[in-house]
């Protein structure tokens, strides 16, 4: 086993609570046809008391691990992958691992929007070299409590939510085929929360200039963006010894249709062949792909030998592309939930790590 690394689960958590441009017209100066017209967002769903980055995880996680015929006992690794965890330490990853009652190592790491995508390559050096058999990689996060509710250039784009995938060893030739990660630090501040780290601590002052929130310079970053897409997904192909016209599906990073019509273009994509979303999202990070891969499963576009392009772009400069082949049967959690007693899972190998 173990030669190939494969999503055997997949879930996905978004707060029952909606923000919708309406709402945000009470709130900003702003309005439903700009944001429509300049993003493609419509709303997004937001956290109530009780929620958190780690709660949305959890859940998301429980329905991959379900889907994937595992228990929390059975994973030997857990990547969390957030700008906005529950605490700075301990790691989010951390409660997940107690929450599912794994015994294995777990880390959050960050690469902001580009974070899942990272996530899923660093587990897949873990299953190939035979390290681990399952890796839980969650995509998360809670950008409504680091968003600055007065400043109508982030605040609309934003949302809260987590996607989750098993990726477990495999012979079967596919899974993870081709995947490339990149970064340019050149200009941290074009997306950026100022303060809060090492470098500026968090201050009556630095509080008040409302330096704590997310700022962005959007138009940068969209000229980045319409870039990145789709020489990032080209790379990522070609790694994989592909080429776009293989893609049986693309899955973007969510960030504005804008930027998602541009890269399709670029790829020379026909829509039928492209996942959108984020009308009810909005642009919700590391989240945005795993979710926007669970939905695409569910709508029936994702099948067994089905070839899906995933790429995303985000702070730091970051950006991250991964090409899989899908290899798992699909399976909706409903008939799952009806047909479990037939379904009792063997206990898995043990693994060990190290
Ligand atoms: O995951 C990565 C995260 N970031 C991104 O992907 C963001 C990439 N950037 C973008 O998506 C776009 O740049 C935005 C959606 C952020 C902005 O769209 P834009 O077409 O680049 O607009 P702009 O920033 O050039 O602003 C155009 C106008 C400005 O007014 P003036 O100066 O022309 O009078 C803004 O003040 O739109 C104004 N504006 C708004 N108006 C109503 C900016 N935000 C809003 C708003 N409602 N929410």
Known sequence: MGHYSAITGWGMNVPEKILTNADLERIVDTSDEWI??????????????????????????????????????????????TVSPDYRFPSTANLVQHALGAQCGAFDMQAACSGFLYAVSVAHQFIVNGTAKHALVIGVEVLSQVIDYKDRATCVLFGDGAGAVILSASDEPGGLLGFTIGSDGARPELLWIPTGGSKEPATEETIRERRNFVQMQGAEVFKFATRIMGTAMEEALANAGMTAADMDLFIPHQANLRIIEAASKRLNLPSEKVFVNIEKYGNTSAAAIPIALCEAIDQGRVYPGAHLGMVAFGGGLTWAAAVVKWTAPIRTLERLQESLPEQAVEPAQPVHVG
Do not use: F, N
Not at 40 to 59: C, D, M, N, Q, Y
Not at 61 to 70: F, H
């Open 36 to 81: 429509t017209s300049r993003t493609g967002i419509k709303e997004r769903h937001v956290i109530s008391p009780g929620e958190s980055t780690s709660t949305l995880s959890i859940a998301a996680a429980r329905q991959a691990l379900e889907r994937a015929g595992l228990e929390g006992k059975d994973l030997d690794l857990i990547i969390v992958a």
